[in-house]
């Protein structure tokens, strides 16, 4: 069975101070890696993908990295506005055709000003 | 916006009654995922579709079924609603083929409190 595991579960940052969110994960076959944003009451907003040990992928302040049982989410110099839940998930391969993700339980992250 | 559209967004019903929450997926997607979304138990997959057949199956308890129709909206039915059924309830979707991308996108959930 596939597993998520995110820490911290909730992280308290100044704006400016830098920090990694970690995601460890076990599953059959990975086929991709996703971290998503959720705001409270809305839909989870799609961030990245990563495929194989060694992608790296950066988006703004966002910087995400992945290695054969972990990946990172390293936030450079947060603003307020990057408060959020960050959501990783894992999509495995199986012959049944199914793609659903499996979602880790998140990190509440809070930058104050 | 994902492009993922679900209603309503909000409902309240009592326990015992049944609903409908409707989903139309990003145009040419042909996939589609149900995801329940509770305080204490994170995001639960439940069911996905796949050009109108069921491809895989999660949490998904028997008192819910689900449907993709011709058209590829879908429809989720809650039937003998209990107040622990009160969640949000995310519709997703992806595209056909691994060439198109891998990337499922999210809609802004339906809100139901059973009260």
């Known amino acids: 069975e596939d597993q998520v595991t995110q820490s911290p579960e909730a992280l308290r940052l100044q704006e400016g101070e830098s920090s990694s969110l970690n995601c460890s994960y076990t599953v059959s076959g990975l086929r991709g890696l996703f971290w998503y944003r959720q705001d409270p009451g809305k839909g989870p907003e799609f961030l990245f993908t990563l495929y194989s040990a060694g992608e790296e992928k950066e988006k703004e302040r966002l910087k995400a990295t992945l290695t054969k049982k972990e990946s990172f989410l390293h936030i450079t110099a947060p603003k307020p506005e990057d408060s959020a839940t960050y959501l990783c998930?894992?999509?495995?391969?199986?012959?049944?055709?199914?793609?659903?993700?499996?979602f880790g339980s998140g990190t509440r992250l809070q930058v104050q000003p | 916006d994902s492009g993922v559209t679900q209603t309503p967004k909000h409902l309240i019903t009592a326990t015992g009654q049944r609903v409908t929450l409707r989903c139309s997926p990003r145009s040419g997607d042909l996939s589609v995922y149900w995801y329940q979304q509770s305080l204490d138990q994170g995001l639960q997959f439940l069911i996905q579709y796949y050009n109108g057949e069921e491809r895989a199956k999660g949490n998904i308890l028997e008192r819910f079924s689900a449907q993709q129709f011709p058209d590829l909206h879908s429809e989720l039915n809650l039937s003998s609603l209990e107040l622990g059924d009160s969640a949000l309830y995310f519709c997703a979707s992806s595209a056909a083929s691994a060439l198109s991308g891998n990337t499922i996108y999210f809609g802004e959930g339906s809100w139901l409190t059973v009260v």
């Open positions: 998930a894992v999509q495995a391969y199986t012959d049944t055709g199914r793609r659903a993700l499996t």
